[in-house]
Each structure stands twice: as structure tokens, then as C-alpha cells.
Nanobody, 124 residues
Framework: QVQLVESGGGLVQAGGSLILSCAAS????????MGWFRQAPGKKREFVAA????????YYANSVKGRFAISRDNAKNTVYLQMNSLKPEDTAVYYC?????????????????WGQGTQVTVSS
């Protein structure tokens, strides 16, 4: 069993930066691929970024490529999302996710655990 708790969301002006954190409980964190999704009001939840269990591979949605960076610290059971050059269209609730494989994350075919989400609002 893995529990995920996101933090770091908030209100930021366009062009600004935020760092989201996702703290995981449980001894098996280091065996999971981790990722971030987001859901804007009235829209479906969409994939943002993913990282393999050993940080060897990352994958990004085209909409955030070059602006966002995902990383993880297995010693701290934490995954991060560094968000730079934020745009109003990045406004959403951001969710942390855990899955057995990297492909499970970015195809959203199998997500074993979800966090409760953290709100990110980007003002113009």
C-alpha cells in the first residue's frame, strides 16, 4: 500500500515558477514509476510527466516539455515537479500517481495509487 500526499501548489503569476512535491508512504516507493497528472475545470485529467523507478527515464507531455522537470529522491520517498515559465493554461489541480511501469503512467493504462491533488493557479 502506498499513500501519496501532494504539496506546493498555490497562486503564481504567468512566467513564474512553482515546485510541487509528492511524499509517499510505504517501503515500496522506489519500485514504482511515478508521475504527475492535472485536471482543469471542465476538462479530463491529462498526463503531465513521468519518471521511472530509478530516475533513468522521464517522459513529458508536449504541452510542458522544456518548461517542467520531474525528479525523485527515493531516499526521501518523494517525487517533485519543477514548473517554470508557467502559463494561465497550466491552471489545474495537479495529481501525483504511482504505477508499476513508466509506460503505465504516460499511457494512463494502469495507475495503482493517486494523491488527493494540489491546486495550481496561474494568473495572467
Amino acid at each position: 500500500q502506498v499513500q501519496l500526499v501532494e504539496s506546493g501548489g498555490g497562486l503564481v503569476q504567468a512566467g513564474g515558477s512553482l515546485i510541487l512535491s509528492c511524499a509517499a508512504s510505504g517501503r515500496t516507493f522506489s519500485t514504482y514509476a511515478m508521475g504527475w497528472f492535472r485536471q482543469a475545470p471542465g476538462k479530463k485529467r491529462e498526463f503531465v510527466a513521468a519518471i521511472s523507478f530509478n530516475s533513468g527515464n522521464t517522459y513529458y507531455a508536449n504541452s510542458v516539455k522544456g518548461r517542467f522537470a520531474i525528479s525523485r529522491d527515493n531516499a526521501k520517498n518523494t517525487v517533485y515537479l519543477q514548473m517554470n515559465s508557467l502559463k494561465p493554461e497550466d491552471t489545474a489541480v495537479y495529481y501525483c500517481a504511482a504505477a508499476p511501469r513508466l509506460t503505465d503512467i504516460y499511457t494512463a493504462t494502469r495507475i495503482d495509487y493517486w494523491g488527493q491533488g494540489t491546486q495550481v493557479t496561474v494568473s495572467s
